[in-house]
């Protein structure tokens, strides 16, 4: 039986991470909580019947095996990289951390260590995402081309928690949405090493008073972070990789988009579709798989405890996590200087 923590018990511990270990009850049990809302926490253990819930994350260590962190993205490294330290498994939330070499840091500790450390990119482990992955090893598509991922929101700023502080989460709808589809396809594509990265982001529109929004209220005068991103990602065996994504964009309706055009086929992730020269003629091959996060993040936690047990091998690797945020730093980067970056 795995003893795990909960750091950080706001909106994506009490939505995602706790009910999926709940249904999880013969190999993982959820054993203390802490949150610097000790309000906050008291209440989640209270529901839970939770008797440990601890002020300073440093002190549940002693009393689990592993822990699940979802605090703001300021604050993921230092606790994993002590957690890891204090001989604790560590599931972190996405992104991985601030910077790449935060990213590094965890990394090295959880090397040291020899305890597992996953990042919560559960698209991973969608249908859809799953079914595409055996199919570009299977080689339906043969050697990648090009791949263009979208994910596209329409007046969607979180008008809750910190999502729009800068200081707190590293940036805006890129590192907190576009994370999620950017990991996606680097995965599907197999690790693919980035060369050069060029991108641009804005946040004219979030900044703008009177705006309608569909999640809720921000402040426009304090927002600081990107509602809007494109990139253009190249890779060293020449294939290439369009992105955007947006939290506000004055589009049709959101946009949920992952395609990658090879030298043998074609796939579009949503819905799921193969596209082949076949007998003669064009094949579209349509497969019927849900994009079901709430499934996702129940099979995320399997993984996680039963790589902490030694039954599994972790679908989310750091090295892979570290790299999507190497990725997410340049296009930052490349839009402050305007220039492209270069990736050794």
Known sequence: ?????????????????????????EKVEITAVQDVNKERADEVASKLGITQVFDNYTDLFDVVDAVTICTPNKFHADIAVAALEAGVHVLCEKPMAMTAEECQRMLDASRKSGKKLAIAYHYRFTEPAQV??????????????????????????PGWGVF?????????????????????????????????????????????????????????????VDDHVSAYITFEDGASLFLECSWSANIKEDARHLSISGVDGGLNLYPLEFYQPKHGTFMTTTTKADHNENEAGIAQAHNFVDSCLGNAELVVKPEEALEVSRIIEAIYKSSETGTSVRLS
């Open 164 to 224: 729009t502080n800068k200081e707190l989460q590293g940036g805006g709808s890129l590192i907190d949405y576009g994370c999620h589809m950017l990991d996606l396809a680097l995965w599907l594509l197999d690790g693919p090493k980035p060369v050069e990265v060029s991108g641009r982001t804005y946040n004219r529109l979030s900044k703008t008073p009177n705006q309608i929004n569909d999640w809720g209220v921000f402040d426009t005068e304090t927002f600081d």
């Open 1 to 25: 039986m795995l003893k795990m923590g909960i750091i950080g018990v706001g909106g994506i511990a009490q939505g995602r991470h706790i009910p999926a270990y709940l249904q999880m009850k």
């Open 132 to 157: 595409a992955k055996k199919a570009v090893r299977n080689q339906e598509v043969g050697d990648p081309l090009v791949t263009r991922v979208e994910a596209m929101r329409r007046r969607k700023v």
